[in-house]
């Protein structure tokens, strides 16, 4: 069963998709019950994962280790450890809420909807759950396909513009970071004698510092974009706005956490000294992210695209937790990458519930819905005020995680950022106000109807993770310290190692590649 | 006099082939007007004979006609993808020629003749046999792109392919006259003598490569002799488009390869120079013309460029590693476009004239046909070189061989043209998928049985060299040139 767990989570949405195949058109209600069941049953069966999870080890759990393509040396290499338990977690429940979301939202071409959203699925668990760097790129590929289609088809008035800008932003990281695989591949053949995309034997590798420095750039650039991080973010408030709801929770929820995981899992284990090269200006993008996303996000009219804004400021939190490289802060970004999951995820959730009777996500067609909906305000309120920070929530623990973090690195870093969370308090505040109290005037807004049964179910979770995490987070941070604390004395070692040694700095001077002895 | 000694079983292949195609050439006349179907049928049941014959002959590394015939891994390899190639197209045909009103039996013995010239060329390492192939190749095909005779574009395609192949042939004789004039023989281990370890190459020897090298850069569309490729490609029959884009181009890099890879391979620097301008100057030409294109046969001409272009990376490399690479790249990319061609030779064939060729004819087409949609999307993608298709396998393996041999600006160059190719790719994705047609929706007929088979031999047979390519590893890593 250990073996097989990751492999049975992340191949039945999959599975499942297949069955909606076989089923017409015009059978509405079984197709958006058979993909929901799918997902929950996914969701279900990989919270055993967490049940079974052992605290207390960094190796990875879970595993499952197959050749796939011998003549490439391409294994079938699944495992999960305490950096991506809570992603795969976050995903499957995400998926199963944002079926549940479109269940009357979405009404036409539902079975292709539900087929993309179930692959989509699969493509996300594969990223976090692959330990092979072929596999990870075939996964990391997989999910642009559906997540197209699904902004595509399913999104707004500009949605082809948006659709492809999303496809041809992301393709350009990656395409590049492939040239720096089969470089890497290259690299560990000649070091070791063994065509291998292994991995966890690529950390071992002594890498030559100037060829660090351009596959790091490779590597990087892919996940920058993806998380998306200043200057990089303009296709983000595009996808966003014109992605129905569902697309727009996965998006923000787990598709931007490929790239601040990418850079857990691949950039800085593989490349420390490139690390620590440009570390300085990946962090002062990171500030300029946070403070540029919240000015920008103060500014916006439109509900849908002030959340937008504010996940790159918040992603840009995330990105500067890491860089610090430091126990606290590096459980602090990822704590944050679940937390943005689950409070933007829920904001995406609550704009689009509101969309879907108002038909607008301008600010200014709203004001006093409090008194109409007040079921629905609290709900708001809450996931408002989690996406601030404030504490007792989840959002607090993980920025003040953070910024401890960060203020172990840089001081003045600290500083900036936690200007950034008062301007969060601002325009989330602010929007909140302009939407909920006041007067209301309009004649549409005083005939809103609250939130059904099955809203309340969609939301439900998610405000429990909210107060869970917010106030008693240690079982997810005891699941990750092993795994974080293994992560930053690997990279110490390696990044000690290699500038010992001191390899001359020739470029791409391949040859001179050594594995580390052990 | 003394006959040598001929290994029949060695050519069972391509004889099986050219048989078949002389037997029903033959029997053409005998048959009514309403049943030139027939015709059809011999000729696939005729080349899956001959399929079998090449699996027969897999492994065994013999020549024969005193090393005028090779009988390796590698040409067995590519026999297999001109006889799929051919199968696949009579499939499509079938149909396509009956809603036309064109069905004449000839059609079916010019494919396998021109099948047959591409066996001759993949199968010898001798310059003239290579020759010989290509214009049995050629000639075939001239006669194919005219086929529709009633319509002028195709009228335009065929004269236009004939009069610059025309004019190519003479530069791909020139060469082989100063490749003989050098070194005396028209074996392609002749050049190597030739030139191997030498420090001045023979002059003439270099003017004899770059003359070849014009004369099969036509053959497979490299800039700067494309210019007869997006004309042909438009006006030929849509089933014979695809066809074009598959088989000959594949025939053209074998013989390319060996000649080049093997013969001049490592002997001639300048060479090398040249294939690198050479590749990126083709890519890159392709991937922007492609992208102003409103015909999808010409996008695809276009496109079939720029698939030229990453072929051509194999040349430069010029390892073994290479030129395997590459023949699983030509491999994936002719299933690609064969099903690709299929659904737009089913589309086409919605109306007795050539007019549904436009990339708006796709509007909307998903939704009535979502099987329909989610082939071409697949077919697409394949092209555009995502995972998990049979395109991102032979791209990656072309990479692959290019980077271990440090060729990282050229690697470079091409992915960013394949993101450039995404762009136009999806644009049809985007036509049948998220957009509304505006008046009528074009009425496209039903899958008929045979092209029905086709579609799904293409459609699995990417997915299936995508997810799990080992088999055809085993089968390319034998194709590994210059053993011979």
């Known amino acids: ?426 325009y989330m505040l602010w929007m909140f106000q302009r939407v909920m109290f006041g007067k209301c005037e309009k004649p549409e807004n005083q005939k809103l109807i609250d939130i059904n049964l099955r809203e309340k179910l969609v939301l439900l979770p998610l405000i429990i993770l909210i107060f869970w995490i917010g106030l008693y987070p240690k079982p997810f941070l005891n699941a990750m310290a092993p795994s974080v604390e293994n992560l930053i004395e690997q990279t110490t070692a390696k990044k000690m190692h290699l500038s010992q040694f001191a390899v001359p700095d020739k470029g791409w001077q391949i040859a001179t590649a050594t594995q580390i002895e052990e | 006099m003394n006959f040598p000694n001929v290994d029949f079983a060695l050519l069972s292949p391509s004889l099986i082939v050219c048989i078949t195609a002389l037997l029903t050439m033959l029997l053409v006349p005998f048959l009514g007007e309403k049943r030139q179907a027939v015709v059809a049928h011999l000729s696939w049941i005729g080349l899956s004979i001959a399929l079998v014959a090449v699996s027969q002959q897999i492994g065994k590394n013999i020549t024969t006609f005193g090393g005028m015939f090779l009988g390796d891994d590698f040409s067995q390899f590519f026999n297999g993808i001109f006889i799929v190639a051919a199968m696949l197209t009579i499939f499509t045909s079938i149909d396509y020629l009956r809603r036309k009103d064109n069905e004449h039996g000839e059609y079916y013995p010019l494919i396998l003749f021109a099948t047959y010239g591409m066996m001759v060329m993949a199968s010898s390492s001798n310059l003239l046999v290579i020759f010989l192939g290509l214009e049995i190749m050629s000639v075939s095909l001239y006669v194919l792109a005219g086929f529709a005779r009633t319509e002028l574009k195709s009228t335009e395609a065929a004269i236009k392919y004939f009069l610059l192949g025309a004019f190519a042939t003479g530069f791909t004789v020139f060469g082989i006259a100063f490749v003989y004039g050098v070194t005396g023989t028209f074996d392609v281990a002749g050049i190597i003598n030739a030139a191997f370890g030498q420090s001045n190459v023979d002059t003439f020897l270099i003017i004899g490569g770059a003359l070849l090298l014009i004369g099969f850069g036509f053959k497979v569309a490299a800039v700067p002799f494309h210019m007869w490729a997006p004309d042909a490609y438009e006006g030929a029959p849509s089933p014979i488009t695809g066809f074009m884009s598959a088989g000959p181009k594949a025939a053209a890099f074998a013989a390319m390869l060996r000649i080049f890879s093997v013969g001049f391979g490592g002997t001639v620097p300048h060479l090398q120079t040249l294939f690198w301008i050479l590749a990126v100057v083709t890519m890159t030409i392709g991937n922007i013309m492609a992208i102003r294109q409103n015909s999808i ?104 061989a290019a980077v271990s041999q440090g060729f990282y600006i050229l690697v470079v160059i091409a992915v960013l043209n394949s993101l450039v190719s995404v762009f136009y790719y999806l644009r049809v994705v985007v036509k049948m998928f998220m957009t509304e047609p505006d008046g009528q929706p074009i009425e496209i007929p039903a899958v008929p049985v045979f092209l029905m088979v086709a579609l799904a031999f293409a459609v699995a047979a990417v997915l299936l060299i995508g997810v799990y390519p080992q088999g055809w590893f085993n089968f390319a890593g034998l194709t590994i040139l210059g053993a011979n």
């Open chain 2, 297 to 400: 046969k010409r996008m695809l001409a276009f496109s079939s460029i720029a698939h030229a272009g990453y072929i051509l990376i194999a040349l430069v490399v010029g390892s073994g590693e290479a030129s395997s690479a590459a023949a699983l790249y030509l491999l994936a990319y002719a299933l690609t476009n064969l099903g690709a061609f299929m659904v737009i030779a089913l589309v086409d064939s919605g109306t007795k004239h050539d007019e549904f060729t436009s990339i708006d004819t796709y509007t909307g087409l998903a939704r009535k046909r979502p099987y329909l949609g989610l082939a071409l999307t697949l077919f697409m993608l394949s092209l555009a070189g995502f995972p998990p298709t049979a395109g991102f396998m032979g791209k990656f393996v072309l990479f692959k």
């Open chain 1, 1 to 426: 069963m250990n073996e097989q767990i990751l492999t049975i989570v992340t191949f039945l949405p999959t599975f499942g998709a297949l069955i909606l195949l076989f089923l017409r058109e015009e059978m509405k209600q079984a197709i958006k019950v058979t993909a929901f069941v799918t997902a929950l049953i996914t969701f279900l069966i990989s919270t055993y994962l967490y049940f079974n999870f052992q605290p207390d080890t960094a190796a990875m759990q879970f595993v499952i280790n197959k050749p796939w393509i011998k003549a490439l040396g391409v294994n079938y290499h699944l495992g999960v450890d305490g950096i991506s338990l809570f992603l795969v977690l976050l995903t499957t429940l995400l998926t199963a809420i944002s079926i549940l979301s479109s269940w009357t939202s979405v009404g036409d071409r539902v079975k292709g909807f539900m087929v993309s959203l179930l692959i989509l699925e699969t493509g996300m668990l594969g990223v976090f759950v692959s330990l092979d760097l072929f596999l990870f790129y075939i996964f990391w590929e997989v999910m642009l396909i559906p997540m197209y289609f699904l902004i595509g088809i399913w999104g707004g008035i500009n949605r082809i513009y948006a659709a492809i800008k999303f496809v041809l932003f992301t393709m350009f990281g990656s395409l590049l970071m492939l040239v720096a695989i089969v470089a890497l591949y290259a690299i560990r053949y000649k070091a070791t004698g063994v065509w291998s995309f292994d991995l966890l034997s690529y950390y071992d590798l002594r890498i030559p510092l100037g060829a660090q420095n351009w596959l790091f750039i490779a590597f990087a650039l892919a996940f920058l974009i993806k998380v998306p991080m200043f200057p990089f973010h303009t296709w983000l408030p595009d996808a966003h706005v014109q992605a129905p709801t569902a697309g727009s929770v996965i998006l923000a929820g787990v598709l931007l956490k490929m790239g601040t995981y990418g850079f857990l899992r691949y950039c800085i284990p593989m490349f420390p000294n490139a690390f620590d090269t440009f570390m300085p200006l990946l962090a002062v993008l990171a500030l300029i992210g946070i403070i540029y996303g919240a000015l920008v996000a103060m500014v916006q009219k439109d509900v849908k695209s002030l959340v937008a804004f504010s996940s790159v400021a918040h992603m840009g939190f995330v990105m500067i937790g890491m860089f610090a490289l430091n126990m606290i802060g590096l459980q602090g970004s990822i704590l944050q990458m679940l937390n943005h999951g689950i409070s933007t995820g829920a904001l995406f959730l609550i704009v689009g519930m509101i969309y879907e009777r108002r038909h607008t996500r301008l600010i200014e067609d709203f004001g006093g819905i409090f008194k109409v909906m007040p079921i629905f305000a609290t709900f708001f309120m809450i996931v408002t005020l989690s996406s601030i920070g404030l504490p007792g929530t989840n959002g607090f623990v993980g920025e003040f995680l953070i910024l401890l973090g960060t203020f172990g690195l840089n001081k003045v870093y600290a500083v900036i950022a936690t200007a950034g969370i008062i301007l969060a308090a601002v």
